[in-house]
């Protein structure tokens, strides 16, 4: 799967020098925050690809004008051609203000979110604006990471962390790629490619898929 990943700070290519064909080709477009919401609009408008997103800490405005075309996957899981994202937007509070938490605030929705991965098998993806606590983030009040991050990195070994907020023309030493144990982490400032395998998806035999729809028009979905 080729993907898209976009975070923080507009890429000039894609904002004031945009064209249809530099968004053509990708199978997937992530979000992890801080970017105005006419831009991921502008670049869902031209490509067949979907766009998910986070928040990050200075999206106050989506409250009222959230991204066109674009799908939120913050506390849930999301899957697409068998990769399951999940979502958790936001960062340290540090002041009053719009998608802030608190680490006992962001550990409770980890909570929460480990029950929807729980439910889904696994996850492929796990999107967000802030890194990890020590894992890549940085040394003042904003810009620290949450530890309870690592509730899903240990538990369900996501095979890749892709996260913003820390601009990597903040600390020219940062990595903008790197590994904890078997999780590719990724900080997604300004664009990213990436190329990753796509997931085998188990073909189900024809009865199995016939009570799994009775199941939902008498249940409902879950």
Known sequence: MKILVLADVEAKGLWD???????????????????????????????????????????????????????????TVYTVKGLRIAGLGGSIRYKPGAFQYTENEMARRVKRLKKVIRREKGVDILLTHSPARNLNDGPDAPHLGFSCFYDILDEYKPAYFIHGHVHLSYN?????????????????????????????VPVLPPWKLFFMGLRRMVLGPR
């Open 17 to 75: 020098y945009f064209s249809p064909d530099k968004v053509k080709g990708y199978d997937l477009i992530l979000s992890c925050g801080d970017l105005n919401p006419c831009y991921l609009s502008l670049i869902a408008t031209f490509t067949t690809a979907p766009v998910l997103y986070v928040h990050g800490n200075h999206d106050k405005n989506y409250e009222h004008h959230p991204p066109e075309g674009c799908i939120c996957v913050e506390d």
């Open 172 to 200: 020219a030493a940062l990595p903008r790629i790197c590994s904890y144990h078997s999780t590719q982490v990724v900080n997604g400032y300004e664009k990213l490619e990436l190329e990753i395998p796509t997931p085998e």
